[in-house]
Nanobody, 132 residues
Framework: EVQLVESGGKLVQPGGSLRLSCAAS????????MTWVRRAPGKGLEWVSVINGGGGSTKYRDSVKGRFTISRDNAKNTLYLQMNSLKPEDTAVYYCAKWNRESYPEIKPDEHYANSAWYDLWGQGTQVTVSS
């Protein structure tokens, strides 16, 4: 079955860390770029980070640069998002999404990485809540 399954979300205090995982199955994972996207309560989709199929190229939204790290293990068919120094404004449901290409394009403005039209497969999401 072709699917993406996220895990790792939970309640964490401000300043804390979490690592999200996205397990892929049913396709050749390393052939496709992947994105982490989030949706905060009452807001629209917001892209977080994107990585190419080989893992050598990444991009982050400004608000998470220096705090979040995207990575992938193609041997394990898994995408990761390491989140450090978490803030209440990081509270959201986090989704992984699959591109239909190995390399992500350069998109300006970068907010358009959240456009669902780029992606052909989504996970069900995992809830991250940052609160004291």
């Amino acid at each position: 079955e072709v699917q993406l399954v996220e895990s790792g979300g939970k309640l964490v205090q401000p300043g804390g860390s979490l690592r999200l995982s996205c397990a892929a199955s049913g396709f050749t994972f390393g052939n496709y770029a992947m994105t982490w996207v989030r949706r905060a309560p009452g807001k629209g989709l917001e892209w977080v980070s994107v990585i190419n199929g080989g893992g050598g190229s990444t991009k982050y939204r400004d608000s998470v640069k220096g705090r979040f790290t995207i990575s992938r293990d193609n041997a394990k068919n898994t995408l990761y998002l390491q989140m450090n120094s978490l803030k209440p404004e990081d509270t959201a449901v986090y989704y992984c999404a699959k591109w239909n290409r190995e390399s992500y394009p350069e998109i300006k403005p970068d907010e358009h990485y959240a456009n669902s039209a780029w992606y052909d497969l989504w996970g069900q999401g995992t809830q991250v809540t940052v609160s004291s």
